[in-house]
């Protein structure tokens, strides 16, 4: 398998209101630079990341999708999810799937979920559940990170990583910790459920390189990576031979997605 790619080849406003996602760019039009996008939620909207996130999940038919950090993100993957539902439910529901088009985001901060959730319709709601967790200081294999304390039990195939804030983690370890403006995020939870996740997985860290290189040094597994500097993120493709027949069906499954994992 290689490693999946998305090119923004294409006009990201006619896309976005083509695929009735138009408050996306509505808000940036709304927008001088550098602006909040929200006075509760100040991050505005990144077209060409947003893109490439929709496109991930609908061209690699993605299925079950595990988010850290809520965001304009939650709304796109969401988005793309209930676009699967309707070309693929009859597809997925022959695979062992408990989460099929179901979207788990869990953030730090119970305010920036409240806002998450209420750029949703109804519809799309019915695809995502939000989870709360503090973020503490902890250690991995005796490396300083970070650690949710609490995790959504489901496996999934999709996983976006764009958290936490690295002022957010609570304690500090040996008197280091990230809340210092030299220090970058450093989540460790990928790492704690590896072993659990099947082969075919995709991972996409928004930015965060050095966490994404403290990840990729840690896996135990044989992961491919690559890093797309003119997005400043980091895709890992979980490359390895099936774990058996239902692992083997899904794998076939995504193969015949616009973009194939050959």
């Not at 294409?10 to 695929?19: C, I, K």
């Not at 940036?28 to 060409?48: M, N, R, T, V």
């Not at 309707?86 to 409240?114: C, T």
């Amino acid at each position: 398998m290689r490693t999946p790619e998305i090119d923004v080849d294409t006009n990201l406003h006619e896309y976005f209101v083509r695929n009735r996602l138009s408050v996306v760019v509505e808000q940036l039009g709304e927008l001088a630079p550098g602006e909040a996008a929200d006075a509760d939620f100040p991050y505005q909207p990144k077209l060409a990341d947003l893109y490439r996130l929709h496109r991930f999940i609908i061209e690699f038919r993605r299925t079950t999708v595990l988010e850290f950090g809520v965001g304009w993100s939650t709304l796109v993957m969401a988005d793309a999810l209930r676009k699967n539902f309707y070309d693929y439910n009859h597809q997925v529901s022959k695979l062992r799937r408990a989460n099929p088009f179901e979207l788990f985001a869990v953030d730090g901060s119970e305010d920036f979920i409240e806002v998450a959730r209420n750029r949703l319709s109804k519809e799309l709601r019915e695809h995502v559940t939000f989870s709360h967790s503090p973020v503490h200081m902890s250690e991995f294999n005796g490396r300083i990170c970070t650690r949710y304390d609490n995790l959504p039990l489901v496996n999934p195939d999709f996983i976006y990583v764009d958290a936490p804030f690295q002022y957010e983690p609570f304690g500090e370890v040996r008197g280091w910790s990230t809340h210092h403006r030299d220090i970058m995020p450093m989540m460790s939870d990928l790492l704690h459920i590896e072993h659990f996740l099947l082969p075919g997985t995709i991972i996409v860290f928004d930015g965060r390189t050095a966490n994404a290189r403290f990840v990729s040094s840690n896996f135990q597994r044989n992961w491919t990576a690559f890093h797309e500097s003119e997005y400043d993120q980091t895709v890992m493709l979980l490359d390895e031979e099936p774990l058996g027949g239902h692992n083997e069906k899904q794998l076939e499954f995504y193969k015949y997605g616009k973009a194939r994992l050959p």
